[in-house]
Each structure stands twice: as C-alpha cells, then as structure tokens.
C-alpha cells in the first residue's frame, strides 16, 4: 500500500511538474502551416452557391463522426450534379486515428473561416491534409496550388545536404507509390560522413494509382530549389502529394497498416487449480502494472521534453510556420558573394531604385535568380528601415507578397535577399504606352484580386496587423505569369491586434496615395491603405497616374480622381477605362465593380471606406449590394505638400 501510494505521488509530481513547463495548447485554435482559397474562375460550371454550402456543411460535420477514418483518408461526396461538394481529408502515415481525427476536426472548423466564399479551399496542418471543392477531385493527380516551404536553418554543406536530401525523397517514391488504395506513405533515413542523418517521408492520397503516385511526387521533388537549398528543413505540398525531409527525427509512430485479426487470448497458467494465484494475479495486473506503465510513459515524456526545450532552435516538431519565424530565421549571406553575384553592383544589373537605395540582379551559385536591395548608406533612415522589413517581413507569409530570402550586414553595408519576379513592377507596365497595351482586362483584374488578398491578409489574417504605408504600383511586383505581390515594407507600421488606428508625427508616404486624415492629422489606420489601394484600383483601370497638380496656393488637386467621380456621377463610368484595352460585353460589370470600389476605398470619411476584407468580397463578386460613393476626397490644403514624399 505504501508502494502503491509512493507510485502515485510520484506519478501526481511529475504530471504536475508536465503541465507546469508545458502547458496545454489545445484551448486555442492551432493555425494552418499553409491554406489556399481557390479562385472560382477556375471552375467551368454553374453552383448554386446555397444548395453547394448545404451540401458542403453536411460532409464537414458528419465525416469524422459518421465514417471511418481508420487509415488516414477520407474521401466522400454529398448532393447532386453540379452542386455535388467533394471532400477529401488526408492524414500523415504516421500518426494515430487520434490524432489524424483531432487534425481534420480543427482543418473543417477552420478552413471555411478562411475561405468563405471561395467553393473550392486547400488547408495543410502538419499532421493533415483537409480539400473540398465543387468540381470531382478523387482520381485526380494535381500539383497545383504547391506550396515549397524552406525552414531557414543552413546546413554546414548546403549543395550537399539539398542534394542528399533530395536523393532521400527520390529513394522513397518507389515505395510510396506501391502502396495500397488505404496508406500510400513511405520514411527512411541516411547519414554521410560531415553530415547530420537525414529524415524523410513521401506521400500521396491513395486514390492515386501507382503511376500517377509516381508521377505526383517527382515532379515535384524539383521544387526544393525554389525553397530549400541548404536549409536542414524542407517540404513541398500539393493537392495530391507532398514530402518532407529534415535533419530531425520527424516520424511519430509506425506508418498506419489494415489490421490483422486479433490473435485468441491464451489462458492464464494456473487458472483452473490455483484461485488464490489468479486473484494475486488480476490484483497485480489490475492495480501495479497501469501505474508503472504511467510512470514509464510520464518520464517518457519529461525526457522528451526535455530534450526539445534543449533545442527548441531547430526542433521542427513545433511545427513553426514561416508567420512564427524571426529575422534569425533569415539565410545571412556573404557580403563578398553577394557583391561578386551582382557583378560588383554593376549599372547592368540594376532593375530599380527607391529613395532609401537600389535593386539589383544576381543570381546564386545554385543558379536561382535574386533581387538584392542595397540600402543606401547616405540614407539617414536606412537603419531602421533595414531592421524594420527585416523583422516585420518575417513574421508574413503570402502568395501575395513578396518572399524575403535572406540578408547581410556588414559595416555600412545593409542588404536584403528577394525572391526575383521577372516582370518587374507594376507601375512599368500601367504607365509605359506601350507595356499596358499587353495588359488586357482579364489581367489588370487579376492583379487587383492579387492586391487585395495581400492587403487582407496584412490587415486581417496575419498573426501580426501590418499597416503598408506605401502602397502604390511601384511597391507592386508581377512573377512570370502576372501574379501581383506587394513589397517594400520599410516604412510599414506594426499594430496589435485589436488596435485600430494610430497617430504619427512622421508623414511618410508617396504624394497622390496617401489619405486625407493621414496627411493633415498624422492619423493612421488601416483604412490609410484602403485609400491608397483606390487610388492604385483606379490607376489600373484607366493606366494613368494621380498625379496631383497644384491649382493655387490653396488647393491640391487629384486629377485622376476627380475625373473617375465626374463621370461615376454623370452615369458614364466606363469612359475612363484605359483606351489601349478593349472590354468586352460581358466584362463591363466587372469593370465598373471595379471602378465602384475604387470610388468607394477613397471616400473623404474614414467609416465610409470598406475594410479590405469587404472589399475582397467585392472584388469577387460575393457582395452585390454595394453603398453608393459619395464625393471623395480630392481636394487638400497645399500647407500638406511639404509633408508629402
């Protein structure tokens, strides 16, 4: 009894002692690693948006409850023809029906949140995979959306390791893609002399066949180099497929398999003659063994975390996104790499320059192509717009903003590490007579939707709210296939979550973007990039510049504004869509949506302005019922002109 009372106080002590340094985390609603809300313009057919929800709320609420998902997948689809919702839920290998139940259950509250107008989402936690969508997708190999995911801490050897870890993947293919229509999952490991060993898994949803399997994953096992050269942690997700290496352990248990049939109970030796033996028996096995198996898997646990408090640094079992990273996240590159990369910072290599320094091109000895912001070292604020991108830009992760890659300081000078996007900016196509001819509606409308998910996602779905500042077409970036991603976040302001404005001495913008109340009072909010997000829409539209013009020692004007309100009021809004373009018939609704929303983000009155996300809703069809703009602002007292960059 004493025993007995010892075990369990020892048992109390270091539950207790668990809780203490770890305690609880499932009171909070765990993030996504990665989401996607998939533009219905990709779909082909007509849903009824309400008979598709209906359909989509059944599946959501019941497949964890009402089917099995003993094995790690789920597929099932509710509803009829074309209002048919198709879910699939994919969960690691490894993990246990706990667990994988625990994922989905968070991945189906959370995913509507995040996407709730968009039919057709993708949501990956670490442990799972949650997609649904209007259109069949069971059978289907898919890439894309791909999501490759760099967990920035450099290896010693980084070709090496990358092409070792690579080779890791590449040997697990195989493996996964023979799997059966429950588990299609393989692991392994490898260790090279100078190298930590390498841990990896391949996976697809085995809905696939062998060869599409095969397929999935080694097309996109290139990936790694858009995102992981030299990083001891790598993955790359898709649709249909996803891997993952890392220089730490990362399988939790075995890979789940089909049970076999449950062997018959021996009997216990004795049971017939020795009554008073079995009793002891069952006593001791009722009583002794479930209290050593807890205090067994109790210190189990303290060592384990132990171990990960040890090396909290790089123990990718957190599962630290790239919104929790800090700047010591960041690659920090040879200044002497970077200089000869650029070719000594040569004039040729200079695609752009801003008023704290330039940008230039190089390309890295892994053959990726860079854009590399020299910080100008005559600029009094380069300091602190070095230490401000670099912090706030590695707390933010979206398609839609640019990719900050790394960084360097050394004495004077101060460099950041882009991701390179071909097309340059925004504001060489829309201002250039001859580049915007290229820009037909379908794109410039693209590039809106673009624009405002990056805002949305800096105002609203971040773990930190993030006020630009700066927006405008020049801080507007276009990849090869047109995609916009927002940049230049040095002058950006950092608010708490549930702050809703600001007052600043310091009027730091571009004249022309900046919004009335910020200009004449120094007050700023997030609605201050609401109206320069107008002013962007509009010039888009019409492929003009606001260029204010100063009328007399009183009054700015903003031309482009006043002229987008003259003919909003006089019924005749598509006038002032950009010439070199021909809109089509059925694309007019959208521009003159556009041109309402516009009007509508720079309205004088900050409450009047809609929050991005209503505008996104707008923006993509989702609200019709829209207030009627009034009179904008685009008069200012001229004492604001020298305030004005």
Known sequence: MAATTFVCSITLSLLALALINHPPLAFAQPRFSNYICVDDTKNNHTTDAAAYKANLNHLLTTFTTDHRIDYGFYNFSYGAAENKANVIGLCR????????????????????????TQKEAIGWYQNCMLRYSDRPILGSMELSPSIPVGYPFNASYPERFTQVASSLIASLIPKASTGNSRVKFSTGNTSLPDLPTIYGFAQCTPDLSQRQCNECLTEALPMIQDCCVGNLWGRVVTPSCLFRYSNFPIIQSQPLQPPSPSP?????????????????????????????????LLLTIAVYLGVRKSSSKIDEEE??????????GFVQFNFDIIRKLTDEFSDENKVGEGRFGAVYKGKLPNGRIVAVKRLSQASGQGDVEFKNELVLVSKLHHRNLVKLLGFCFKENEK????????????????FDPLKRQSLDW?????????????????????????????????????????????????????????????????????????????VRHGHLSSKSDVFSFGVLVLEIVTGQRNNRTYNNVENIEDPLISYAWRNWREGTPLNIVDPSIEIQKEEESEVTRCIHIGL???????????????????????????PKPSQPSFFMNAS??????
Do not use: W
């Open 415 to 430: 460099l950041l590490v882009y991701e390179f996007l071909h097309n340059g900016s925004l504001h060489n196509f829309i």
């Open 319 to 328: 599962y630290r996104t790239e919104e929790d990273m800090t700047t010591m």
């Open 264 to 296: 018959v109970p021996p009997l216990l030796n004795g049971t017939t003659h020795h009554g008073n033996k079995r009793e002891l028996s069952g006593t001791f096995i009722a009583v002794i063994v479930p209290v050593v198996v807890v205090v067994v």
């Open 640 to 645: 604001t002109k020298q305030n004005s960059s």
């Open 442 to 518: 379908t794109t410039r409308y693209k590039i809106i939707r673009g624009i405002t998910r990056g805002l949305t996602y800096l105002h609203e779905d971040s773990r930190i709210k993030i006020i630009h500042r700066n927006l405008k077409a020049s801080n507007i970036l276009l990849d090869i296939e047109m995609n916009a991603k927002i940049t230049d976040f040095g002058v950006a302001k950092l608010f708490a979550s549930e702050q809703t404005h600001g007052d600043t001495n310091t009027i730091i913008g571009t004249s022309g973007y900046m919004a009335p109340e910020y």
């Open 93 to 116: 290998g490894d993990v246990s029906p706990e667990t994988c139940r625990k994922c989905l259950n968070d991945s189906r509250d959370l995913l509507p949140v995040r996407c709730p």
């Open 600 to 626: 509508l983000c720079i309205q004088e009155k900050v409450d009047e302005r809609p929050k991005m996300a209503t505008a996104l809703l707008m923006i993509n069809g989702d609200l019709t019922d829209f």
